[in-house]
Structures are given as C-alpha cells and as structure tokens.
C-alpha cells in the first residue's frame, strides 16, 4: 500500500519555464490538498480538493494551477517558474474533506527554480 | 480556527519523557486539537487528536487542561527517531471549507 505518491522528488528549473508535479493516492480519499513548505516556515497550503470535481484555493495559490484529474489524482502546474517557487511541496488526502480525519502526506517534490 | 503557541524548539535526553507544551487560549467549544509531527526530509504524520478527554495511542499522550486553553503532547520514552517538528493545529470539523492550517511547531531534539 503505497499511500501518497509525488513525482518528480527532485527538479530544478529556470526562471519562465512550466511543469507539473504529479500525486497520486490509493486509499480512496474523497480530498487532496497541495502545500508548500519554504525553509524554516510551516506549510502553506496552495491548493485543496475536497472532492472529485471540486477544487478551491488556499493561502498562497498565485503562480499554480491544479487539476483534479479523477479521485486518485491531483497535479500541481508552475505555468512560469519563478525563484520564489523554490520550496518543497507536499501533497496529502483525507477519507473526507473537514472532521477529524487525519491527513496522509507524500514525501515531498524538492524544486528549485533558477 | 483559532491560534495556537508553541515553543520554538525543546531538547531531551534519549529514554526520557517528553512534554511539548501548546496554548490555545482562544479555543472555541468545538475546535479539536491534531498534533502533526514531521521527520527530516518527509512530509507530516499523524500523531494524536482530542477534544476534551486525555488521548493514547501507540505513539503518545495527549493531556487536555480542563479549560482547554492549553494541551501537552507526552511522548513516554524518547527515541533518535523522535526528533521531529510537531505541529499543534486547531480545527473545529464543522467549520465547513477549512482545512488544516499548519504554524511553525515545535523542533524537537533527542541526545543520545
């Protein structure tokens, strides 16, 4: 049981280029969720669905785009990179959007934007 | 959801108990307390939640002050693989389209 996965793990870019970061769940979580952690800070959430179909922004959603694309999936698109989306990015899903239900989280996309 | 205080770093001694400390003097009646914990270079875990009563798992304590304006998180014997930031975070789960909001946490330290 893999939980949640995130590709690439590592990329780095330069200023203006696009790409996706791709995650995927096997648990069956109506909810996905998008954050972003720069170093020394919490994480910031840029993105979250709540459900398949849904999707709504966070804190910090300027600069991304998602899509959901079924109830496994939910990509994150950096349209033009720029150095300030430099950060680890975590994805994570819950069974349900709200409750006490707990968060997965995948191990992180390291991007560094040149 | 409300704001919570915790410590900016703590250190402990392998073998020994660990108290991490959380204010939350604003809590609403309905917000439930989650503590999060994250290793080096991995993303978050699951650790404990509760509402009113003290919480146990396999992983930790959770003590509730009566008032509910402050929680500690107990774990029993620190180990190496303890060493982690653990998140305090408040959520009242009717509160519709909030998810959860992470703050800083507490960076914890095991010596050998």
């Known amino acids: 049981n893999a939980g949640v996965t995130q590709t690439p793990k590592f990329q780095v870019l330069k200023t203006g280029q696009s790409m996706t970061l791709q995650c995927a769940q096997d648990m069956n979580h109506n909810s996905m969720y998008w954050y972003r952690q720069d170093p020394g800070m919490g994480l910031r959430l840029i993105y979250y669905?709540?459900?398949?179909?849904?999707?709504d922004k966070g804190e910090v959603p300027n600069g991304y785009n998602v899509s959901r694309l079924n109830k496994r999936e939910f990509s994150l698109r950096l349209e033009s990179a720029a150095p300030s989306q430099t950060s680890v990015y975590f994805c994570?899903?819950?069974?349900?959007?709200?409750?006490?239900?707990?968060?997965?989280f995948g191990e992180g996309s390291r991007l560094t934007v040149l | 959801d409300a704001k919570t205080t915790q410590p900016n770093s703590m250190e402990s001694n392998e073998e020994e108990p660990v108290h991490l400390p959380c204010n939350h003097s604003t809590i609403s009646g309905t917000d439930y307390i989650h503590w999060y914990r994250q290793l080096p270079s991995q993303g978050p875990e699951y650790v404990i939640h509760?509402?009113?009563s003290n919480v146990n798992n396999r992983m930790a304590s959770l003590a509730i002050a009566e008032d509910r304006k402050s929680s500690t998180l107990i774990l029993h014997r620190a180990t190496l693989r303890d060493a982690a930031v653990y998140y305090c975070?408040?959520?009242?789960?009717?509160?519709?389209?909030?998810?959860?909001?992470f703050g800083k946490g507490t960076r914890l330290s095991v010596i050998a």
């Open positions: 509760g509402l009113t």
């Open positions: 994570a899903s819950s069974e349900v959007f709200g409750g006490t239900g707990e968060l997965f």
């Open positions: 669905s709540a459900s398949e179909g849904t999707t």
């Open positions: 975070i408040l959520r009242d789960p009717n509160s519709g389209n909030t998810p959860l909001v």
